[in-house]
């Protein structure tokens, strides 16, 4: 039935687009109906096809596919594509985009359901759909530079798809801007690539590593720097605005004033991975460089630890979401560091699942509240929302890292790794994520327990109301349920430790740290067992029942520890000053310097000094002449005198030869 | 089958001979006739320069289409035309772009529409005259005049500032053009000739190399503009109507990119490659200093019009980093024009691209201006709730102005990029920063005029754009995506003029 994969590949990335343009284009005509079938049909066939796909090349194993979809240009004899590169890495991230995308479709059918921008917002999300496609499934870096601008385009506009609210375009101005900070680096870095490789092409430029090793170049004269390292470097720029690695964070908690399907989709499960698949894609330049994996580490594990810390200030419901996946995408970075790129790239796939489970769980509690987000107005949703309530506490449970759920196998693998990384910043890096463990079990279930169980709190007229969501946001958050269970036992063995990725991620002897883990491994229930040995399944349970003690049991408490903490409690509710430091300096001073530069520089210096000033001289002069001429024909007369002056006195200097 | 048709002549003279037939039917009373005379002579002129796109022959740089006829044999002048893969694109911009100009200015201009479309066609003609003239005496005289067009165009049409930006843009533009036509004229007293390919061969000393490269850099640095001579351009683009505005910024920007292409670089070689700093210093003010100055713009046209500047500090950048891509290459033992065609070529789709982009935003400053009659961010505010239309071209033409992937703004910066990076890490750190400048100043616009909610009763009155206006947004969209999609078509097209620029230039004439 699909004897060209060629023509597969093709349909997958078109698919959503067809239905995103005519959803977006044609919307009037096919009415809000119209525009969702066009768009989950769309993504189905998407979602569908990738499975083919994903059979097709991890479970036939079928050769890597890396071809040409047409030309972009041929640049003086530098030729340019658009292509895919289809290996096990893509056919995984194909599957976890498209299936992740078609539940939130679905599931946008209830929660947008009263919203006049009802067929726009079907239209972007198949956008995003096609961009996050474009982006895993390139050959080369100027289609993932493509796919990476593109997606935050379509973050930019769902971020600020309610425009009418201030909030809401502050935050999608400041995503871009932030994330136009980290494409900054990712570009230099895709131009350098391009200096010492020759070549934008994925395969060409991974074969002549060897070669690029040992250059050096100098940035600051007398200091060299090895080539790879910079590379890596500006690269990993770009997937810490992506992936909101501290510094480049600060926009992602802002982005939750997009409706919540899209904090499930966008800034969750796909687009924020974006710079975990990256760096794992690019596994064979980071393996060259052991100062990049440092930094990436180093990076990860800060943003593991501290915006795992900001969660526990939260009362925004979606904002804890927002900061646990900060904090998530920070161990995956870390994972990246230690080398454990697969442990990365699964801890990204089982993250997806359950990240989006618990937005959508969330967006389904916000639409039984009619709009709440406060998580002080809620409590005791247990007993009218079962569903929610049931799938919430099995994401809870994934995130946290229970022993046999989804979460606890990736997660436990990073940890693993970064224990036993050979990098001299892993000691701090363990520290941070082993600290993380606590922090993530205490604000998940802070956030689980003061939303479903203890009294309610929301008032009477609301509370008579709250109902369990209709299907069409059930049915999305028991599929997103079921992974975030049974994926972990059965790809852990796989995945990280076997040789599921094959070609796809390459790992120097030196640094492979899960394929000493692997020796160890004896299968997934072995794993769960050999886990109530260390120490994160215990830190974990300390973080539930610290949330169980503070939050059900003495509710009084929280709000004394926060008065007694007093200046912390307010450096954290600040976010640590990040948003403050950025406002001041960075828009406050770009626009006091565009001031200076233009009020200064154009209007008072070179216009009124130099133009202005030589404007009257020349019409002083031209008063001279002016009996002679009249209208703006003596400008004209007059610099055709200075011209035959100047002409005439060059020939007489410089005679003809 | 149009092998043997004068089509070069046509595109100059048809147009001009459109204006002369407008300005002689046209009054007040016959207002509906006259544009639709224009309109259809724009049309057709646009139709007869597709030819020279499809039968362009790709893959050398000899002149096509060439026209030769002595012109005042005395002085050894012909009426010579011809192009090549650089002018041949600029040419079709100009004629597809005045199209537009007399579609956007139909219902607009209530006051002689007749003379405000004949002077458009004017101009057209003599643009298209300007990129196909191969001799510099014709060259010259379509270089100045059309600048008289474009003056009366401001100076009747425009805003009540009209007689101060006039003078502004005539003397600056005047000025630098002197010192061109005595370098030509130099240039002819030492070849015995005007032909511009003469030039180019011409042997000429280090001392003439560099006063004749400054006197070229006088003209071509106010047109294209670069700082400090560009103060001109945001005060004329200001006082100009829409479509003055639109030629302004999509054609004659582009004639000081042109004329650093054929005339500095080959005529000047050895003094463009002593001077390439100053050039690469000044476009590199244009793309930084000139995007902060563009962020607290309070005037749309005045911001759009500092973003040209910075766009178009892209262009020289491009085609100046050639010199130290040639020094890399030779410490690095690798072939001396290795990697520098992508930055010229990036320089020049980032021309074409620029004639796309900022065409559409200013015609969309003037949709707006047409309903409010202010141009002002702070009047406006909400647009999108009573414009939805009008605002997803705008956020798509601000997207490409800000060079997203996949529009035509991407790809031209993308290359001048790459290819610096090749001659200096600094160079394209600094260029690069606008890829987060220069989305600040067009996003922050695009956020406080059309997103938030509606500012104010006047925003809430706003009819959405009709027909007419969506067809020639809709013309734009489409040239801008294609580009961004595909600009296959025009690099090949560039691509064998670009090698023999590159000879030409970095081959020394001493």
């Known amino acids: 039935m699909f004897e060209n994969m060629e023509t597969v590949y093709l349909w997958v990335v078109l698919a959503p687009l067809v239905g995103s343009v005519v959803a977006g284009l044609f919307g009037w005509l096919i009415g809000r109906a119209g525009a969702h079938w066009v768009t989950i049909i769309g993504v189905g066939v998407s979602f569908f096809l990738s499975l083919v796909v994903f059979k097709h090349i991890v479970i036939d194993g079928a050769p890597a596919y890396d071809g040409t979809v047409y030309t972009w240009m041929v640049a003086g004899g530098l030729p340019i594509e658009v292509g895919f590169l289809v290996d096990e890495l893509t056919a995984m991230m194909m599957v976890v985009v498209t299936f992740v995308s078609w539940m939130v479709h679905i599931y946008t059918v209830g929660y947008m359901r009263d919203d006049p921008g009802y067929t726009r917002f079907f239209s972007y999300i198949s956008l995003f759909t096609f961009s996050m496609l474009m982006l895993v499934m390139a050959n080369n870096f100027l289609q993932l530079f493509f796919g990476w601008e593109a997606v935050g385009l379509v973050s930019y506009l769902l971020i600020g798809f309610w425009y009418k609210r201030e909030s809401a375009i502050y935050a999608n101005l400041k995503a871009f801007l932030v994330n136009r900070v980290g494409d900054f680096g990712f570009l230099l870095g895709i131009a350098a690539v391009l200096l010492y490789f020759g070549s934008l092409r994925y395969g060409e430029v991974f074969a002549g590593v060897e070669g690029v090793a040992a250059q050096t170049l100098s940035i600051w004269p007398g200091v060299e720097w090895p080539v790879i390292t910079v590379i890596c470097i500006l690269l990993f720029i770009g997937a810490m605005g992506k992936s909101a690695q501290m510094p480049l964070h600060v926009w992602l908690p802002d982005s939750m004033e997009g409706p919540t399907p899209i904090s499930a989709l966008i800034h969750a499960a796909t687009m924020v991975t974006a710079g975990i698949f990256m760096v794992a894609r690019m596994s064979p330049l980071y393996e060259y460089s052991e100062t990049a994996l440092a930094v990436v580490m180093v990076i990860g594990a800060t943003t593991a630890l501290f915006m795992g810390l900001l969660g526990l200030v939260q009362t925004d419901i979606k904002r804890v979401i927002a900061y646990s996946t900060l904090s998530q995408l920070g161990y995956m970075t870390a994972a990246l560091g230690a080398s454990a790129y697969a442990a990365g790239i699964f801890h990204l796939m089982t993250h997806a699942f359950f990240k989006a489970l618990l937005f959508l769980a969330a967006g389904s509690v916000i639409i039984a509240l009619h709009h709440e987000q406060d998580m002080r107005k809620m409590g005791g949703l247990r007993r009218y929302m079962p569903i929610t309530w049931i799938t919430s506490l099995i994401g809870t449970l994934a995130l946290i890292g229970a022993p046999g759920f989804a979460g606890f196998f990736s997660k436990d693998s990073i940890i693993e790794a970064i224990g036993h990384s050979s990098l001299g910043v892993a000691g701090y890096a363990y520290a941070c994520v082993l600290i993380g463990v606590f922090v993530t079990a205490l604000y998940s279930f802070r956030l689980y327990f003061l939303t479903f169980h203890g009294e309610p709190r929301m008032d009477e007229h609301t509370r008579d109301h709250v109902h369990e969501s209709p299907w069409v946001v059930t049915g999305p958050l028991i599929a997103l349920a079921v992974p975030s269970v049974g994926i972990g036992a059965w790809y852990v063995g796989e995945m990280v430790f076997g040789d599921f990725f094959g070609r796809a991620i390459f790992v120097l002897p030196e640094h492979d740290v899960l394929g000493k883990l692997a020796a160890s491994f004896h299968g997934p229930w072995g794993m769960v067992q050999h886990a109530f040995f260390q120490p994160p399944v215990w830190l974990a349970a300390a973080g539930v029942v610290t949330a169980w003690y503070l939050y059900l049991v003495r509710p009084e408490l929280p709000g004394a520890i926060a008065a007694r903490a007093g200046a912390l409690y307010r450096f954290m509710v600040n976010k640590y000053g990040f948003d403050d430091f950025n406002e001041a300096v960075f828009a406050g001073g770009g626009r006091g310097l565009g001031n200076l530069l233009w009020r200064i520089g154009d209007v008072r210096l070179i216009d009124g000094l130099a133009v202005n000033g030589s404007a009257r001289v020349v019409g002083w002069l031209a008063g001279v002449v002016r009996h002679l001429q009249s209208g703006f024909l003596y400008h004209y007369a007059f610099a055709m005198i200075v011209g035959l002056v100047a002409l005439v006195g060059w020939a007489v200097f410089w005679p003809v030869e | ?510």
């Open chain 2, 1 to 510: 089958m149009f092998a043997d048709w004068p089509l070069l002549s046509l595109v100059v003279w048809l147009p001009i001979l459109g204006g002369l037939v407008v300005l002689a039917s046209g009054s007040d009373k016959s207002a509906v006739e006259a544009k639709v005379v224009a309109l259809l002579f724009a049309i057709v002129t646009f139709l007869v320069s597709i030819p020279l796109f499809t039968e362009f022959e790709v893959g050398t740089a000899a002149m096509q289409f060439v026209e030769r006829r002595p012109w005042i044999p005395g002085w050894n002048i012909y009426y010579h035309l011809g192009v090549d893969g650089i002018s041949m694109p600029l040419i079709l911009l100009t004629t597809f772009s005045t199209v537009l100009v007399i579609i956007a200015g139909w219902e607009v201009i209530r006051y002689r529409a007749a003379q405000y479309m004949a002077a458009f066609l004017f101009m057209e003609g003599l643009m298209n005259g300007v990129f196909a003239a191969l001799d510099a005496a014709l060259f010259y005289v379509f270089w100045e005049a059309m600048l008289i067009p474009m003056f009366i165009v401001i100076g009747i049409w425009g805003g009540p500032n009209r007689v101060y930006a006039t003078i502004k843009f005539f003397l600056y533009t005047f000025l630098g053009s002197v010192f061109m036509l005595v370098a030509l004229l130099y240039l002819y007293f030492q070849t015995g000739s005007f032909s511009i390919l003469d030039f180019h061969a011409a042997k000429i000393g280090y001392l003439p190399q560099v006063l004749i490269f400054l006197a070229f850099l006088a003209a071509f640095a106010v047109k294209i503009p670069m700082w400090p001579v560009h103060t001109w351009l945001p005060d004329a683009h200001v006082e100009a109507p829409t479509g003055g505005s639109v030629i302004l910024a999509a054609i004659m920007l582009k004639m000081g990119g042109y004329g650093f292409l054929r005339f500095s670089l080959p005529i000047t070689p050895d003094a463009s490659a002593a001077l390439d700093w100053l050039v690469i210093l000044l476009s590199l003010v244009a793309v930084v200093y000139i995007g902060f100055v563009a962020l607290v713009q309070q005037d749309m046209k005045k911001l759009i019009a500092y973003s040209s500047i910075a766009h178009m500090g892209f262009v020289t950048l491009g085609l100046f980093v050639v010199y130290d891509i040639v020094q890399y290459n030779q410490a690095a033992g690798q072939p001396a024009l290795a990697g520098a065609a992508i930055g010229v070529e990036g320089a020049v789709v980032q021309m074409i691209s620029h004639g796309f982009i900022s065409g559409a935003l200013f015609l969309c400053v003037g949709v707006l201006y047409d309903r409010l009659h202010s141009r002002r961010i702070a009047d406006y505010g909400g647009v999108v709730n009573t414009m939805p239309m009008f605002a997803a071209f705008m956020v798509l033409f601000a997207m490409a102005n800000a060079g997203l992937p996949g529009t035509s703004g991407f790809v031209g910066e993308f290359m001048v990029i790459l290819g610096s990076f090749r001659a200096n890490f600094w160079y394209a750190f600094l260029a690069a920063l606008t890829l987060i400048v220069g989305a600040a100043y067009t996003l922050w616009m695009v956020k406080r005029v059309i997103f938030g909610d509606v500012a104010s009763d006047k925003v809430a009155a706003l009819k959405d754009i009709g027909a007419r206006e969506f067809l020639f947004l809709a013309l734009l969209a489409v040239a801008v995506l294609a580009l961004g999609v595909y600009p296959a078509p025009l690099v090949e097209v560039l691509d064998a003029s670009v090698a023999q620029l590159l000879e030409q230039m970095t081959r020394s004439k001493l």
